[in-house]
């Protein structure tokens, strides 16, 4: 299931040159900050086909997000490190979002992503497991150290579209489950300040 939809990804992907030398489009003050009430917003589902612009925003973040996973080019450029942003963190009050996964092992000579386009996304099914990043979980709208876990599923099921309208089923567990849960969220007005909890007995943490 996973190889079909990388083989799309990876077609749209090798189009996109990873570091452009500093010219980014996506800089921090593009995004969204959490006192934005734009943010508090429920998106609107897509309509396919994407519109130009919103193509662009999905590349323009694919090439933010990896590069902010790049410590040379996130430290030479400012870039804040993220994993995901959704749509309405540019403004862009759709429900789509963009996910760059970090999966390098250790015997990797280069840092490996895998990038996950998602539109019009459902989650159809959950674990009964809960679980909490360690660290807490941080946003690139939330200009600040926010201390507390937040509660995710351990494991889900997303249906959703690809850029370019094609159903996708993706299940994601740990790390990636957490991530798509946070910008889900993003597409219902929740940050994930709102779900800060000090209290996870019982709770394992990943
Ligand atoms: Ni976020």
Do not use: W
Not at 6 to 17: A, G, L, M, N, Q
Not at 139 to 162: M, P, Q, W
């Amino acid at each position: 299931m996973f190889t079909a939809i990388y083989f799309d990804f990876i077609k749209f992907c090798d189009k996109i040159i990873v570091y452009f030398g500093g010219d980014y489009m996506i800089k921090m003050g593009n995004i969204l900050d959490e006192k934005d009430s734009r943010l508090r917003s429920i998106s609107n589902e897509v309509v396919f086909p994407l519109s130009k612009k919103d193509k662009k925003a999905i590349k323009d973040t694919i090439e933010y997000l990896t590069n902010s996973q790049i410590p040379e080019i996130s430290e030479k450029e400012g870039l804040r490190p993220g994993m995901g942003l959704a749509a309405i963190q540019l403004g862009i009050n759709k429900r789509f979002f963009v996910v760059v996964h970090e999966i390098t092992r250790e015997e990797d000579k280069k840092q490996k992503f895998n990038t996950y386009i998602i539109v019009n996304p459902k989650i159809i099914s959950h674990s009964e497991e809960i679980i909490a990043a360690d660290t807490g979980e941080g946003c690139l709208s939330v200009n600040r150290e926010v201390d507390g876990y937040v509660k995710r599923f351990a494991r889900v099921t997303i249906e959703a579209f690809d850029i370019d309208g094609k159903p996708i089923t993706i299940r994601a567990r740990e790390e990636l489950a957490i991530a798509f849960q946070h910008e889900i969220d993003h597409l219902n007005g929740i940050l994930f300040i709102d779900k800060i909890t000090n209290n996870i007995n019982g709770i394992r943490t990943i």
